[in-house]
């Protein structure tokens, strides 16, 4: 069956540094890919999606790029702050399905 | 524009109780989809209704069930409550044609005594 697999966390980072968390797939068709942002005490943010390879999905600094030839999708952003502390969700949706498969989150924390 | 909403914010309940909870979609979104965050467990999907019916249903037991009323809002109901059914519930919605995201709630804190 379709699994997504994130890097462990939680992951500490000083505010400016450069962030990449790692996201793998496995899925037997051609999914749409997404990056979640979960901030404490409230639901799922969409951040940014690629629908198909080589897509470069971006928003609010955040990029990710779908690479079917590694089924990687990992998030990486230039200079985090202290207001990306949070846990952040990657998955997928096959082709034709609409339930979303997620990874196991990573948690952000960004100190100043 | 209103984003999902979800009631109530926490609902605490013992073993064998039922439970109900409450989604309202985005304004336009037919779709309504229902997720369970569990400590330790991560995020599964559980039920997708569209159009009022139950369209698709995660690997959960027959016990946990909803319906979709005609104003696209949901129900999600927990019938014989066991401990391990203690955790957030994530409502969504979306557009039901195309490659459309789903957009989340807040969620609900269920608590099982």
């Known amino acids: 069956g379709d699994s997504v697999t994130q890097m462990e966390g939680p992951v500490t980072l000083s505010e400016e540094a450069f962030l990449t968390i790692n996201c793998t797939y496995t899925?037997?068709?051609?999914?749409?890919l997404f990056w979640y942002v979960q901030y404490p005490g409230e639901g799922l943010q969409l951040l940014l999606k690629?629908?198909?390879?080589?897509d470069k999905g971006s928003n609010k600094g955040f990029e990710a790029t779908y690479r079917k030839e590694t089924t990687s999708f990992h998030l990486e952003k230039g200079s985090v702050q202290v207001s990306d502390s949070a846990v952040y969700f990657c998955a997928l949706r096959e082709a034709g399905r609409r339930a979303l498969t997620f990874g196991s989150g990573t948690r952000l924390q960004v100190q100043p | 524009e209103a984003g999902v909403t979800q009631s109530p914010t926490h609902l605490i309940k013992t073993r064998g109780q039922q439970a109900t909870l409450r989604c309202s979609p985005i304004?336009?979104?037919?779709?309504v989809y229902w997720y369970q965050q569990a400590l330790g467990l991560g995020l599964q999907f559980l039920l997708w209704?569209?159009?009022?019916?139950?369209?698709n249903r995660g690997n959960f037991p027959p016990r946990f069930s909803g319906r979709q009323f005609p104003n696209y809002s949901s129900e999600l109901n927990v019938n014989a409550l066991e401990l391990e059914d203690s955790a957030l519930y994530l409502c969504?919605?979306?557009?039901?044609?195309?490659?459309?995201?789903?957009?989340f709630g807040d969620g609900t804190r269920l608590s099982i005594l």
């Open positions: 209704y569209d159009e009022g019916e139950e369209r």
């Open positions: 690629a629908t198909k390879a080589d």
């Open positions: 969504a919605s979306s557009l039901v044609s195309g490659d459309q995201p789903q957009h």
């Open positions: 304004s336009g979104h037919t779709s």
């Open positions: 899925a037997t068709g051609y999914p749409s």
